[in-house]
Structure formats: structure tokens, C-alpha cells
RNA sequence: GCCCCCGUAGCUCAGUUGGAUAGAGCAACGGACUUCUAAUCCGCAGGUCGCAGGUUCGACUCCUGCCGGGGGCGCCA
């Protein structure tokens, strides 16, 4: 996945590249040098200990052999000692590394390397469903969805986004009979200003309570699918309001979405009958229990039985297993997909390893189209369990998201009053909405989480205002010095101070880091690496003054490294879909 | 019953594919502001990595079996 190119900016990678020849040679095969980061010098390279089993020889053996072959390294090391059972500690020369932040800041990419080989992704992420509140699983998928876009448009891949709203089934009976009764202006309005639970609690309630309602729903549903004009126009203002209302949240949230990426379940239809037709062609459709099935290899129920994924209905109907088995075919064959990345619960892992399972035996995705599940977990509350409102319904989304904006500027009104409101405002906007990504996509995002207002926005701790005020100290050194950012690119820094070497180690694994989240679909690695730059450039500016430095080639190369540190947070900030104000 | 995910400091979380003495933040304690933004920093503590085996030079990491929590398992999506 990684480009193979002559400039690499992690000087570990760079290391293990220079390493390789020797350890092939030592070997007789090409074998990994493990270089990793080290606590006991700025990298360590362990290969040798996995080498000398095989070999028969003692690591320390191998160690010395593969020195050897290695021959001068001097331009990029300035030790190389052989510790405890055969690690090799390395420092670098602060030249090496200053020279190694100085092209990286002259790269488009701030030495991030570009992919090799250009793949087309299909992201499918966020999918609320129409006329339904949008909820904690909703902003998950979306936040983690939107990042794993950004970040792989940011390495040169072409994305294409792709929101599986739900706008088809059997529910939009009921629905588009509760919106005849209401009429339709007044049901556009509720469903505008985004009473959307209001909306289908309502017409649920109706469905369960009257008879002639719930005939009248399933008439509804028969109209709706034999395309009938009258119903299909309802419809259509049940989507469309609340599309509108999406582009609400998603304009609040900052993401990329637009009504282009909508791809909801009714776009699917014409294509279901054609995939009953292809797998009944293929003889995998099966009649079981009146529906027409298909069992892949290797699912049981809980009676010991096949599990079967089932494409039409006792009744006639699909489901959305066989909508699932249409996208599969869109993606691949409309629209060329050689990764399709599903951002969706963990709860739905079983049914979409079904999903790959038929469509792999089915033939519609290759050996080389690749079906990911990039799945993650609950968002809890404070008592650990599903994150619920007072009244016990799900939380809904533009309020928590306008609460997340309305703390983040009570506590800049309290930490910054001078500040003048437009701007106070725009910075609200990007700390609160950035604390509530940042708080999903920095754990691990399998695991469940605990939605916590007080540590989301905090500016103590592995939290977006404190990466967001890091990057504001750097705007603030500037402003007050007037210097343009851009006057000091072109230095190559001096590292005396511990803290401007480590800080500069740190800057040049931004690649690593990057290429490491993205090779998992974990965006929270990206996050731990910018936490870790912002604890190092704190660090740094607590013991390096910049402006007040002892010369004016000191003072620039310091400027120097706040610049590319601000760059750096900006963009990796960015990959993330997190802003980052210059004023806090 | 079968399958999947999770279990690391009091709390919230990392742990770079098997490397040295398991790391952060919060909370607790002790320090540092006539400041380039103290919204910060420095220090000090805090652990049977759920339990028990196994694999090997080496296991939080891989394998097996348990325990605990969550989830899934035929016509909702």
C-alpha cells in the first residue's frame, strides 16, 4: 500500500530501509529489521533476535554481522549500541533529523508518503433513516466514516461517499398515512424543524393502536410499491424534509456529505429482482419456509439448523439482506469499487460476512475487490449503559451537538473575555464539535465508549482543545511577532535542546503515524500520535522560549518548528475533520 | 446451545502486529505564573495486563480452556 520512494520522512522507516540490504545479506532472504521507537535511545532495531533462532547463531552474533554489512552509517546515525540480549539502540545525528523535517515541510504532503497504487474506495457511512431522530450510532458512523474519507483522500486514493439512507421498507405506509392525516404542510414543518421522532412515534402509535390505520398503512406500502403517482409525491416530501434535516446535523458537524452522496435504499429496487434472478441462475436460491433463501457456508441458528440470508420474503417482499446483495453489485460493477468499507455497528458483523460470503460465491466480488467491515461499539452513559435521554428515548443529535458548542464557549467566555464574540463563536463552533469527533475517534473505535461532556472538553489530557490549543500558542507567537508563517519555511533547524530534538522526532512520524491508521481503518492511532506532538511541543515551549531566544538563528529555527508543528496539527486535525482555530 | 466483540492503575484510555523496567490523562499529593496564552508545565505516587495452562530466548500481544460484561443467531432494517 505504501509507496516505495526515495524520500521517507520517519527516519525509523528510513532506518529500516538503509538496514535491510544488510540483514538479507546476514539471512540469505529478505527479513524485517524491526526497528521500533525506543525508550532507551530514538529507535531500536530487534531483528537480530528473531534472526539468531533461525540462524543458530547468538543474536549478539548476528548483530555484529549485520553491522558489518551495514558499513558506514554516520550520515544518519551518530551511535549504534548493542544492548541487553541484542537489541540495537540507534541515535541519530541531529543534522540527519534536521535536514529530514526540512524536506518534509517542503512536501505537499508534510512527508507523508503518497499511495503506490491508487485504489478506488466506497465508503458507505452515516445512514440515518428518513423520517426517523438521528442518534449516538448515527454520529459514530459519521464521524468515524468521515475521517476514514478524509484521510484516504489526504494519500491520493479516490473516494467515492456513499450514505445508505433508509428511505424504503414497510414502515413508509404508516408513515406516509400519518402525513396524509397531519396534511402536508403541517408534516413537512414537523419534519423540517426536525420533531422527526415526534413524527414516527406519532404514526407508530397510530399503527399499534387502530385497526383501520394499520390497513390503511398496508395499502399504503402495496400503492407505494406499485408506484403509485399520488404516493410516490408523499413520499418523496417525507425524503426530502428529511434530507433537509440531515443537512442540518451534517452542516453542524462539519462532514463532507452532500444530498450527491445519497444512495438510500430505494435507489436499490430495480436491481432486487435481478439479484433473485442471478442467484436463482446460479442455483443458490433455495424455498425454505415459504421464502426464497440462500445459506452460505458455515452459520448456524440456535437450533444447530443453516442460517440463511433471506432475498424474498414469505410475502413476496425484499429485505434488506437482498438490498445489501444489490449494492455489493453496484459498487462492483457500476461503479468499479476495489475496496468497499462498511462504517457500521458491530452488531451487524454476523449479516455482513453473510453478505461477503454470498457475493464471493456469487462471483461478484473478486479476489482482488476487498468487503470491510470497519466496525465499531456503543456509545454509553455515565451509568455505562446505551446512552439514553431523561426520558429514556435515544439522544437526539442536533441538541447534544448545539450543548457541545454552547459549553465550549462558556468556558472560552471564562478563559479568554476579552475575546470579541463573531470570533468567540467561530472558535465555539470548531472546540465544541471538535470535542465531540475527537472523543469518538480517539479510543479504539471496537470498543464501546463513554460519552463524557466534562473530559470531551477538557483541555487537559489526550482531548481536541488541547491539540486545538497547542495549535493556537503557535498562531499567538507569530501574530504577536508579525511574522508570516511562510518566512521561516525554508530553515533547517538547529537541535541542541533535548526538547527540539524530540519535538522534531515526533514531527517527522507524522507519515508513520498516518499510514498506521489508515492500514487499520483506526483513526484513533492518528489521534494518540497528535496527542503525543501536542504533550511534545508543550513540552518544548515551556523550556524553549522563541521569541526571546538568545539569537536570531535560534529564535528562526525555533520559529521553524512551530510552524511545522502547526502544520502538522492542522493537517492532521484536518484528516480527522476537526478544525483548528488560530485564536482560543 | 452456537458464534462474535470486550476485560490493562481508583476512573477514562493507549500499548506500532512477539521485545528491555506495561505507558498517558483524570482524581490524590508536592512544586512552577510581573508569561511567546498557567486552557500550561515539572515532580511524586499508583499494576497478579480477568483466571489457568501452553507455544519460546522472550507473551498485555499468539494457541487452548474457563470466568465476567455486551451483542448476534429466519422472513424489522
Request: with cysteine; charged share 25%; glycine share 6%.
Amino acid at each position: 500500500m505504501r509507496q516505495n520512494r526515495d524520500f521517507m520522512a520517519d527516519p525509523l522507516s528510513l532506518l529500516a530501509r538503509r538496514l535491510s540490504p544488510a540483514f538479507a545479506a546476514v539471512a540469505g532472504a529478505e527479513v524485517d529489521p524491526v526497528v521500533r521507537p525506543s525508550e532507551h535511545a530514538d529507535a531500536q532495531v530487534n531483528g537480530a533476535l528473531a534472526l539468531a533462532k533461525t540462524l543458530g547463531k547468538s543474536p549478539r552474533d548476528v548483530v555484529a554481522l549485520v553491522l558489518e554489512h551495514a558499513g558506514d552509517m554516520s550520515d544518519v546515525c551518530s551511535d549504534m549500541q548493542v544492548a541487553g540480549p541484542g537489541f540495537v539502540n540507534v541515535v541519530f545525528t541531529d543534522r540527519f533529523l534536521a535536514e529530514q523535517l526540512s524536506l518534509a515541510m517542503r512536501d505537499s504532503l508534510l512527508g507523508v508518503a503518497p499511495v503506490d497504487s491508487k485504489r478506488k474506495f466506497v465508503v458507505d457511512y452515516s445512514a440515518p433513516n428518513v423520517a426517523k431522530e438521528m442518534h449516538v450510532g448515527h454520529l459514530r458512523s459519521t464521524i468515524i466514516g468521515d475521517a476514514l474519507v478524509r484521510m484516504l483522500s489526504f494519500v491520493g486514493h479516490e473516494v467515492v461517499r456513499e450514505n445508505h439512507i433508509g428511505d424504503w421498507g414497510t414502515p413508509f405506509g404508516m408513515l406516509i398515512e400519518h402525513l396524509v392525516d397531519l396534511g402536508e404542510a403541517d408534516a413537512a414543518h414537523e419534519l423540517g424543524v426536525g420533531d422527526l421522532d415526534g413524527f414516527y412515534k406519532e404514526a407508530r402509535r397510530k399503527f399499534d393502536a387502530d385497526d383501520t390505520f394499520k390497513e390503511r398503512a398496508r395499502t399504503r406500502v402495496v400503492a407505494l410499491q406499485g408506484g403509485d403517482e399520488d404516493t410516490l409525491h408523499l413520499w418523496k416530501t417525507l425524503v426530502s424534509e428529511s434530507t433537509k434535516y440531515f443537512n442540518h446535523v451534517y452542516g453542524l458537524l462539519d462532514v463532507l456529505l452532500t444530498d450527491d452522496d445519497l444512495a438510500g435504499e430505494s435507489k436499490y429496487n430495480t436491481l432486487l429482482p435481478e439479484v433473485v434472478q442471478r442467484l436463482s441462475r446460479l442455483k443458490m436460491l433455495v424455498e425454505s419456509d415459504g421464502a426464497e433463501v440462500v445459506f452460505p457456508e458455515g452459520y448456524t441458528n440456535r437450533d444447530g439448523d443453516p442460517l440463511p440470508l433471506i432475498i424474498r420474503k414469505g410475502d413476496g417482499g425484499y429485505n434488506y439482506a437482498t438490498t445489501d446483495l444489490a449494492c455489493v453489485i453496484d459498487r462492483v460493477e457500476k461503479i468499479g469499487a476495489d475496496v468497499s468499507l462498511y462504517v457500521v455497528g458491530a452488531p451487524q458483523a454476523q449479516h455482513l460476512q453473510m453478505i461477503e460470503s454470498v457475493s464471493r460465491a456469487a462471483g461478484w466480488l473478486s479476489d482482488n475487490s476487498a468487503m470491510v467491515h470497519v466496525a465499531f461499539g456503543s456509545v454509553l452513559g455515565a451509568d455505562r449503559k446505551m446512552l439514553k435521554s431523561r426520558s429514556g428515548d435515544a439522544v437526539k443529535l442536533a441538541s447534544l451537538l448545539e450543548e457541545a458548542v454552547d459549553r465550549a464557549n462558556r468556558a472560552i467566555t471564562e478563559k479568554n473575555p476579552e475575546m470579541a464574540d463573531a470570533q468567540r463563536e467561530e472558535a465555539a463552533r470548531m472546540i465544541g464539535i471538535g470535542a465531540v469527533k475527537y472523543s469518538d475517534l480517539s479510543s479504539d473505535r471496537v470498543k464501546d465508549y463513554v460519552f463524557d461532556w466534562d473530559r470531551m472538553l477538557s483541555f487537559e489530557g489526550n482531548t481536541a482543545p488541547y491539540l486545538q490549543y497547542a495549535h493556537a500558542r503557535i498562531c499567538s507567537i507569530f501574530r504577536r511577532a508579525d511574522i508570516r508563517r511562510e518566512a521561516v519555511r525554508t530553515v533547517v533547524p538547529t537541535l541542541d535542546a533535548p526538547q527540539e530534538r524530540a519535538l522534531t522526532l515526533r514531527l517527522l512520524q507524522f507519515d508513520s503515524a498516518l499510514w498506521d491508521a489508515l492500514d487499520k481503518y483506526s483513526p484513533h492511532r492518528l489521534c494518540t500520535y497528535l496527542y503525543e506532538l501536542a504533550s511534545e511541543f508543550t513540552t518544548f515551549y515551556e523550556h524553549c522560549p522563541v521569541l526571546r531566544a538568545d539569537s536570531e538563528e535560534l529564535r528562526d529555527s525555533r520559529l521553524f518548528l512551530c510552524d511545522s508543528t502547526a502544520r502538522i496539527m492542522n493537517a492532521g486535525l484536518s484528516v480527522l475533520g476537526i478544525r483548528a482555530p488560530e485564536m482560543m
